[in-house]
């Protein structure tokens, strides 16, 4: 059977190794979107204030886990925000204690509440050493934050101002860098040899700076790293579509209310949680690798973390096009949905 004669596709169900859920109403509304076909996430610590100790941990999980759809098989993941006060102790304890799956550093003024993130990367150094000695991995923002850096050489300009420094300072460092939108982060990863992989997420699979910006700003493709030129992009396809280890889903999905988005100054974030599987499958589908879609969603990254795949499947069939909401309720105001400005006609069914 060639790949345009499949129809039905089962695969090991997905995880999502990057995730904002946020808390409270938007928690409760979010969650059910990414429980229906993920079995486990790695959920961002952006919070206000942010989840900085083992405590904050155990109690934003528990938050998660009250918030669970009856009947949901969904493990978080859960992650401590990286300051220059970070305890090593408590990550170490954290961690052996299975609170705390990995930690995330933002550089300061990064992205969304990241301005508690670092700016002296030597004060953190203590805490990375511990990570290193435990087998902990560090997930990455990876973008300069210096105004003076054009915000679409941002990521280049990490890798080689901060990325490599820190990986020769601390070499067993196991490091995914997240949300990759470059051509040089692809090649950087496939030119590392250990200790080096990268969630690329559904949007920056599909969109370009010019889904942004030509014919009128669209807010709703506006996120944090920015998209980049159509040859990034399919830097990206190409990197999914491989079967490369080194490379795995991690969505990113951000939900921000309309009215966030909306306004002179609008939130980044791009919420892709609802149509991610029947996006990614239509990008496998029009490369030719649907057999690779597993690897990508379901595979990849149990094997960087250290942990089993989930037992569990997922059936996708294609057929006609697929219709979701284009905004799901919250108590503070639509949320929009990501639309990918094409048609899909994979869903999941089982």
Request: aromatic residues 6%.
């Amino acid at each position: 059977m060639t790949e345009t004669d499949i129809t039905r596709l089962t695969i090991r169900r997905p995880d999502d190794w990057h995730l904002h859920l946020r808390d409270g109403a938007m928690l409760r509304a979010v969650l059910p979107e990414t429980t229906r076909h993920f079995g486990r996430a790695i959920i961002m610590p952006n919070l206000v204030p942010p989840v900085v100790s083992g405590a904050q941990a155990v109690a934003y999980r528990d938050r998660i886990l009250a918030a669970l759809p009856a009947g949901a098989n969904f493990t978080p993941l859960m992650t401590l925000y990286l300051t220059e006060e970070t305890d090593p102790t408590d990550v170490r304890r954290a961690h052996a204690d299975g609170i705390a799956t990995a930690v995330k550093l933002y550089p300061a003024g990064a992205t969304t509440n990241s301005a508690s993130g670092v700016r002296d990367f030597d004060k953190v150094r203590p805490v990375l050493e511990v990570m290193a000695e435990i087998g902990m991995p560090l997930c990455v923002h990876g973008e300069v934050t210096d105004s003076a850096i054009d915000i679409f050489d941002r990521e280049a300009v990490f890798i080689d101002k901060v990325l490599k420094p820190l990986r020769k300072k601390v070499p067993d460092l196991k490091i995914v860098m997240e949300h990759v939108t470059t051509q040089n982060a692809v090649d950087y990863v496939r030119d590392s040899h250990k200790n080096l992989a990268a969630t690329i997420t559904t949007h920056h699979l599909i969109i370009n700076r010019n889904h942004i910006l030509a014919g009128g700003i669209k807010p709703h493709y506006y996120c944090l790293p920015v998209a980049k030129r159509e040859a990034h992009r399919i830097a990206l396809v190409q990197a999914a579509i491989s079967g490369d280890k080194r490379f795995f889903l991690g969505t990113d999905s951000a939900p921000h209310t309309d009215p966030a988005k909306l306004q002179p100054c609008g939130c980044a974030g791009i919420f892709t949680a609802p149509n991610t599987m029947s996006c990614l499958t239509e990008v496998f589908e029009v490369a030719g690798k649907l057999k690779k879609l597993e690897a990508f969603a379901s595979l990849n990254g149990p094997q960087f973390y250290g942990l089993p795949p989930n037992d569990a499947t997922i059936t996708l069939e294609k057929g006609a096009p697929v219709t979701y909401p284009a905004t799901i309720p919250t108590d503070d105001g639509p949320l929009t949905v990501f639309d990918p400005g094409f048609d899909l006609h994979w869903r999941v069914v089982d």
